[in-house]
Structure formats: structure tokens, C-alpha cells
């Protein structure tokens, strides 16, 4: 029996609500963050911090640092929706190694454009890591219904596609300040991440979920 490559060995399933972790520290340094209103110069990634200061944990800490309330409480709700139940199925160690390689190329690819196109920026939110996990749960649960504003049934794998072309079309047409390429980079290296290290395609798994 060929044993797997490196980069694909499993790990030995366990359960520590990482989840949980992961949202008790994103409100702690939110809450942090309105007693210090400088603490999120020094969190948020922006390149000049990097660059000009020498920041490099920023391109970690930006994930766990949200501009206001609304912010975070979106985030911490798609967080506890989908990552709960993913968690659970991946495993605590696989779902914090998923969660922290997405977040951290999601916010370095955002980084290198924004650097390229020398445009400074404080990218902060857990957004990336957030829509990887969608991603993620779309694939892992492909057959899975999420009710929009609780009444529109939507499949996961279409709620993926749908907020894809949003995602686009506000990067292209849109003028806030949301960082919607580092949404879709989330997509991406969601995708990146389950081709690589777990060895599954996701078009392939949605195409079965919808031949049943």
C-alpha cells in the first residue's frame, strides 16, 4: 500500500471546538481594539506596516481584527453557521490548519496586488478565512440547503456561486471598502487547499451531489 505524499497525510481526528476558540479570540481583540483604538494600526495588514515596518505577523493578525460591530458579528455568525459542522467532519486540527493557510494566502495575495498597485490599505476581518470555510462546507455538505433572510432556499454549492459573481462584479463596478478580491481569493484557495492537500475536486463532488 502506497503510503500518502507529505503534504497529504492525514491527521488523527480530534474534537477541541477551534471554532469556539477562534471566535472567543476575534471578540477579545475586538474588544481590545476599542480600549486601544491604535491596536488595529498594528494588526490590520497594510503594506506599508510590512514593508515600511517590518510587520510580518500582520499577514496572521489581520484575521482576527474586525473595523466595527457589524464587522464582527457577520463574520462570527458565518464563522459559528459553517464551521461548526465542518469542523466536526474534518477534524479540530485540519479545520485550524484550513482556516489559518486560507486566511494567511488570502490576505499575502491581497498584500502582493495592493503592493504592486501601490494603493495602502489596513485590510482587517476574518472575511477571507470566512468565505474559504463557506467554500468548504459547500464542498463537504454539497447537498446542504441555507435559507437566505431564513425564507429563500438556496443549495451551498450555488450560495458559493452566487456570492462569486458578486464578489466580481463589486470588485469591478463597486466603490466600498469591503476587500472583495480577498473574498474571492478566499474561494480560491479554499479550492487550492481541498485539490492539494486532500486530493478532492469540487466540481466533481458537486456534479454527483446533483446527479443523485
Known sequence: MNKPLFFRKPFKYCYFHATLAIIIINVLVFVLSRIMPYLNAYLALSPLGIIGGGYYWQFITYMFAHVNFNHILFNMLGLLFFGIPLEKQLGSKEFLLFYLVTGFFSGLLSFLIFTFLKINVFLLGA??????????????????????????????????????????????????????????????????????????????????????
Open 127 to 212: 472575511s477571507g478565512a470566512i468565505y474559504a470555510i463557506l467554500f468548504a462546507y459547500a464542498v463537504g455538505f454539497p447537498r446542504s440547503v441555507i435559507f437566505i433572510w431564513g425564507i429563500l432556499p438556496v443549495p451551498a454549492p450555488i450560495l458559493v456561486a452566487v456570492y462569486t459573481v458578486i464578489e466580481i462584479v463589486s470588485e469591478v463596478f463597486g466603490a466600498s471598502n469591503t476587500a472583495h478580491l480577498t473574498h474571492l481569493f478566499g474561494f480560491l484557495f479554499a479550492w487550492l487547499y481541498m485539490l492539494i492537500r486532500m486530493g478532492i475536486h469540487p466540481i466533481r463532488v458537486w456534479k454527483a451531489a446533483f446527479r443523485k
